[in-house]
């Protein structure tokens, strides 16, 4: 029966089955006859609809919608006084880049406009391996403690009798954790609707570690800005689009890198030594807070753009999986509970999504090659050929990391083994409301924002926030905004017709700050050898 080829007139190609057999009769199944019964002998036919039929893979719990392109990273700066990264070492070297951005709450889907923090994902092909930066455009998040992260999630998406959005649900998660204020202040601003995906900044939001070989680092904060300014939309400009274009920022993307128009984002560091982030304000391993620019200026590291887009989305975006635990040599995770639980979830969710060997995809193959005792699974693509699959002769490289070798050095280990202490500590200070968290909160309020700007917050609060029927739960929220400003919390009531409320009673900012400097006499205490 194949025989005469049918061509696709676009590139040449000639149809065949998925073995490669020419198929002469693509759009007809096979019959008996002319007007018989369909043959199970049909190949073609059997295998075409069982392929459909496995289409889909699950979409990304968090993250789904997206849009993404390739491109590099340049380094332009030396970096060697902060770490012993090679990549950073290298002026003018560019690695190749893949980069994906993405709302957070709403389906495959849904609205590029919708109003959401934006995940901005970038993988880096270094020559030790991939270095992902997973990142959002808001330099701070909702939460500081892991465990609360699927509840948070759960009441931002559809409730689970009625599938619909809850306001009720959102508000009340965020009214009883009220460490969220400062993530709620930027989200309901206008930087909470970016115009497109690449008009727009990434931070690592959390602290990372930069590392020398002789087991110094420093803190670390790394912004990505994006050349050319963050472009917003205001509420009603998002609001329209969501309904007439809901893939307006995948388009603006993609018809910008057509027309040679790439997006870049110039990448900066923010740096803090262990001395500095023991005697800092804010716990360096509170995800909610900034670190004052004027403080811990921005310094250049390098430069990023996209200039390339897919050709086949599914397989080189898709299918892309980003992981904080993808990472190089003198780059490390700081203790942060947030980031510590995150170095499991993305590899765990992975190999749920694109199964155990989604590192032999192709967008995901690292350019450094591979080599270890991981073998076979599903969809085993090469595995390493005939290398042994066990202990054998692959020699490990030794490279002295934060964690590395003693011997030789002439660093004050006491002093890093204190800092350490300090670190432990700091963990009791993530659980408490304090004073401490409304100070950023209230800055943009009263310092950063214009008047129009305090009005469209309201505004913006108000559309959505109106919504909320429990009163209790509108109380309650409405008690964290007059913690942050009482006329800002009385307007956002006025507003959506609420009584006004009294501040949320927390522990003052004074406290707080000497409940730190406690630790810190404690560690000079144990400096001097009396603990
Ligand atoms: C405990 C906290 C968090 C957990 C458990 C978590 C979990 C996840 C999971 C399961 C995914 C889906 C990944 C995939 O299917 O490939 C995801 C996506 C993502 N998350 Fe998180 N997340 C957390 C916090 C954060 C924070 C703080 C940031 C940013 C600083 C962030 C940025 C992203 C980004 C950018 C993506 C999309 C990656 C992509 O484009 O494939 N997440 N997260
Ligand atoms: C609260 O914000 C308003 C601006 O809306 C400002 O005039 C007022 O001084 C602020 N209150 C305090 C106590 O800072």
Redesign the pocket.
């Known amino acids: 029966m194949p025989s005469a080829q049918v061509t696709n007139s676009k590139d040449g190609a000639t149809y065949t089955t998925s073995s490669g057999l020419p198929v002469n009769e693509p759009y007809a199944a096979q019959r008996v006859g002319l007007v018989g019964p369909l043959l199970l002998q049909d190949f073609h036919h059997i295998d075409l609809l069982a392929h459909f039929d496995r289409e889909r893979i ?1 979409e ?4 789904a919608k ?1 849009a ?1 392109a390739h491109g590099y990273f340049e380094v332009t700066h030396d970096m060697s006084d902060l770490t012993d990264n090679p990549l950073l070492k290298s002026v003018g070297k560019k690695v190749k880049a893949t980069a ?3 709302t ?1 709450g709403g389906e495959a889907g849904s609205a590029d406009t919708a109003r959401d ?1 934006r ?3 970038i993988k880096l092909r270094t020559d030790e391996g991939n270095w992902d930066w ?3 455009n808001t330099p701070i ?1 909702f ?1 500081r403690d ?1 465990a609360k ?2 509840h948070f999630i759960h009441t931002q998406k559809r409730d689970p009798q009625t599938h619909l959005k809850d306001a009720d649900a959102f508000w009340d998660y965020l009214g009883q954790n009220p460490e969220s204020i400062h993530q709620m202040m930027i989200l309901f601003s206008d930087r909470g609707t970016p115009d497109g995906y690449h008009q727009m900044h990434g ?4 602290t990372y570690k930069w590392c020398k070989a002789d087991g110094s680092f420093v803190y670390t904060q790394v912004h990505c800005r994006v050349d050319g300014g963050f472009k917003t939309l205001n509420n009603a400009q998002a609001g329209e689009l969501s309904g007439s274009n809901p893939d307006y920022g995948i388009q603006a993307m993609f018809e910008a890198i057509e027309k040679g128009q790439y997006p870049t984002w110039t990448v900066y560091v923010q740096t803090m030594t262990p001395e500095q982030a023991e005697k800092f304000r804010y716990n360096i391993l509170d ?1 909610t807070k900034v670190w004052p620019h004027a403080e811990f200026p921005l310094r250049p590291v390098g430069k990023l753009v996209l200039n390339e887009n897919p050709q086949n989305y599914f397989a080189e975006i898709e299918q ?4 904080p635990s993808h990472s190089v040599p003198y780059i490390e995770p700081t203790a942060d509970p ?2 510590q ?2 170095l499991f ?2 590899p ?3 190999r749920h ?2 199964g155990v060997n989604y590192q032999q995809l192709p967008v995901n193959q690292p350019v450094a090659p591979v080599a270890n005792f991981q073998r076979d699974g599903p969809a085993t693509y090469i595995s390493q050929g005939s290398r042994p699959n066990y202990q054998s002769s692959i020699v490990p490289l030794s490279y002295k990391g934060a964690k590395g070798t003693l011997e030789g050095s002439a660093r004050d280990y006491s002093r890093d083994l204190r800092h350490e202490n300090f670190i432990g500590a700091a963990f009791r200070d993530l659980s408490e409301i304090t004073e401490l968290d409304f100070e950023q909160p209230r800055a943009l309020w009263l310092y950063v924002w214009n008047d129009q700007q305090r009005e469209a917050y309201v505004q913006n609060v108000a559309g959505h926030f109106g919504n909320v029927k429990s009163a209790e739960v509108r109380a309650r929220q409405l008690s964290v905004w007059a913690a942050v400003n009482q006329s800002l919390s009385d307007r956002i009531a006025k507003a959506v017709g609420s009584p006004t409320v009294k501040p949320l009673q927390c522990k003052p900012a004074a406290e707080a700050v000497k409940f730190r400097t406690e630790i810190g006499l404690r560690q000079r205490a144990a400096d001097a050898g009396l603990l």
């Open positions: 699950p990304r719990v968090v993250h997206a993404g994906r951005f993405s957070v923090p995940g901005f994902a997973v990142f959002n998040f939460i892991p992260f699927p931070y690592s939001g959390h995800l892309a999986a980003f992981s947030v980031l639980s995150r979830s993305y765990d969710t992975h999504r694109l």
